[in-house]
Structure formats: structure tokens, C-alpha cells
């Protein structure tokens, strides 16, 4: 059963340049989603942490994306370590994922309106051990979840069934939170429910003193059509800034965005090169998980779908979404060294 997004995730990527971090304001409100209420109230600041007293930070619990084992994250882990977090990797090996295979002993499945549980109930068990081994090494204080891909929407199923006393900040990296659009011709959806029972019955993102949602989204391939339905040049340029900014429906108002250079795109805009065919394939990629294959993404998830309302959402330039096939120097993922340090504050206040 596939929880996520495809197979892309096996695909060498080919290098592109890095550019800075592209980060939108969270709306720092209140939202009501299925009747249930985030709960971002007001408190007092925390104690400010310098980089000085290191053993300061708060732990940060990794969570492994779909088809991903622990050892993939242990760079990311020793990254962390080495600017003062702690951390420990949720223990998952690529064999576990097979237990979801239990889905399609449930009629829901073939519905699509699969639940969590219990087919997920393993991988929450899991975060639920991690957990609770971080929270020895916070003595006393909230610990960080950091959500790889599908580990960042298993994150938001287990804060909505283990609750959220121990965590004060759900960073998510490439994942895609977003169900995808009924109704639109070749689109099936690949968690055959899990995301429409995550968007309807798990808290809505906040941005508050007691919790903090960060989603990080990376902009390294453009999609494109599988077969070009319309006259080249056709479409307007505002149009095609917007596609490339396909995650303003999710956050909201233009006056949200900090830090766009739309000159980058301007000159995208102009190039007369064709859609290559591994930019269609990721495309169709990208369109099972948004219901869009012109779209950019981090070469399996796409921008639109790693950002959730209410939450700091962020765009890193160049960056893939997988530890597998990546490179730190030519093709680095989230948590490559260089590109660690553009988010790793958000683990520090």
C-alpha cells in the first residue's frame, strides 16, 4: 500500500543552485477545522538560548519519510548534535513499511477512506518511543518533531491521538500534508483516505507560544505536462509566476510573502529549451499528489502540497527531497549540512 508519493524518491537528481530561503508569515490565528480548536494561547517568552550554553536546546525526535530507514538520517542526526541539539531517530527499517500492507485487508481502503489506525499503529509506536527517549534528555522541557516527508503528516496523526504536552514545535520537511483533489482525471489517491481523515480530524497548524508549526517546502524541479495541451508562449507572464508560486493558495495573501526574487522565474519565463522528459515524469509525480503536473516541488513532493494554512511556511531553492540520491555539494536535501543551517534556528527559540 503506498502511503505517500511514488517511486521518484529513487531518482538520481541533477544538480541545481542554491538560492535563499524564500519564507512566508504565519497567519498566527486561530483555526477551526471539523469543530476542533488549535490551541495557541498566549503565555509569556521563553528564556533566550545562545549558542554559548549548548546543552540548553530542546531534543528533536526525526521521523523517517516513506521507504526510509533510520541510518538515513543519522548525518542529519550528528548535523544536529553538532550545533548543540540532541536528537533521536524514531527506529524504522525499510522492511516495516510492508506492515501497511494490512490496508488492504480493510474495506476502507478500497473506499478510500482509510484511517491511521490501526494500519499505522507500528509507526506511531514508534514516534511514541522516541519521544519518550528524548523527553528524558529535555529534563523537564518540550522536545521538537521533525517530519521527513510522510513522517510529517504521522506526526500531526500522533499529536492528535498522544496529544501535544511534550512537543512544542512540528517542523516538517517535503511533506506532503495536502490531500489530493477528487474529481480530476488520472489522479489516484495513494493513501487511500489517510490524508482526507488527517485534514478533517487532526488540529489545524498554528504558530504560537505553546506550539509552532514549521513546513518546509523545496523548489528543485519545475514539472511539466506529460503532453503540452496548449500553444507555447501562451500563457501570461503573471500566470506563470503563479503557477511557480502554486503554495499562495495555501497561505493566503500576497502580503504574507518575504523574500521573493521573481527575477529568477522572469528568466525561467524566457527559456524556449522543451519540457525534458524527466521533468514530465516527475510532473506526473507531482500531479497524483496535487492534482497539478506544471508545478514546482523538491522533485516528488510539490510546494503547494508541503505547506499547510496557519503554519510558517518556508521555500528552500535547490533542494531534493530525499537523503537517498542526494549530495551535499551538488544536490543536498533538507538535511545537508548547508542547508540545515537555513532552518535549524526554528529548533533554538
Not at 521518484?8 to 477545522?33: A, C, D
Not at 524504522?92 to 476502507?108: E, F, M
Request: with cysteine; charged share 20%.
Amino acid at each position: 500500500m503506498a502511503i505517500a508519493t511514488t517511486s521518484l524518491i529513487s531518482m538520481r537528481p541533477f544538480p541545481l543552485p542554491q538560492k535563499s530561503p524564500i519564507e512566508f508569515k504565519g497567519t498566527n490565528r486561530r483555526l477551526l477545522l471539523d469543530g476542533r480548536q488549535c490551541k495557541c494561547m498566549s503565555d509569556s517568552v521563553g528564556t533566550e538560548v545562545t549558542a554559548k550554553n549548548l546543552g540548553s536546546y530542546r531534543p528533536a525526535v526525526i521521523l523517517p519519510g516513506l521507504g526510509n530507514n533510520s541510518s538515513d538520517y543519522q548525518q542529519l542526526a550528528s548535523s544536529l548534535e553538532a550545533r548543540g541539539v540532541s536528537s533521536v531517530v524514531a527506529k524504522v527499517s525499510r522492511p516495516d513499511w510492508l506492515r501497511n500492507g494490512a490496508g488492504l485487508l480493510d474495506g476502507n481502503y478500497w473506499k478510500g477512506t482509510l484511517r491511521p489506525r490501526p494500519v499505522l499503529d507500528w509507526y506511531l509506536e514508534r514516534i511514541e518511543k522516541a519521544v519518550s527517549e528524548a523527553s528524558l534528555l529535555a529534563n523537564g522541557r518540550k522536545i521538537s518533531l521533525i517530519g521527513h516527508s510522510a513522517g510529517g503528516w504521522l506526526a500531526r496523526v500522533y499529536l492528535a491521538e498522544f496529544g501535544v504536552d511534550r512537543v512544542s514545535l512540528l517542523l516538517t520537511l517535503g511533506t506532503p500534508h495536502l490531500p489530493p483533489p477528487k474529481g480530476v482525471p488520472g489522479v489516484i489517491d495513494q493513501t487511500r483516505g489517510l490524508l482526507d481523515y488527517v485534514e478533517k480530524f487532526c488540529p489545524a497548524a498554528c504558530y504560537g507560544p505553546q506550539l509552532k508549526y514549521v513546513c518546509i517546502a523545496g523548489r528543485y524541479l519545475k514539472g511539466e505536462r506529460l503532453f503540452e495541451n496548449t500553444v507555447k508562449g501562451s500563457t501570461s507572464k503573471m500566470e506563470s509566476i503563479a503557477g511557480v508560486n502554486g503554495n499562495l493558495m495555501v497561505v493566503g495573501n500576497q502580503e504574507d510573502i518575504e523574500g521573493i526574487d521573481n527575477s529568477i522565474y522572469e528568466e525561467s519565463l524566457n527559456e524556449s529549451t522543451a519540457p525534458t522528459l524527466r521533468a514530465r515524469f516527475v510532473g506526473q509525480g507531482y500531479k497524483q499528489v496535487c492534482g497539478q503536473a506544471d508545478v514546482w516541488g523538491d522533485g516528488v513532493v510539490p510546494e503547494v502540497s508541503a505547506h499547510l494554512e496557519g503554519a510558517k511556511n518556508i521555500i528552500l531553492e535547490g533542494v531534493y527531497h530525499s537523503p537517498i540520491g542526494s549530495n551535499d555539494i551538488s544536490t543536498p536535501w533538507y538535511g545537508s549540512s548547508t542547508i540545515l543551517d537555513k532552518w535549524v534556528h526554528h529548533l533554538l527559540d
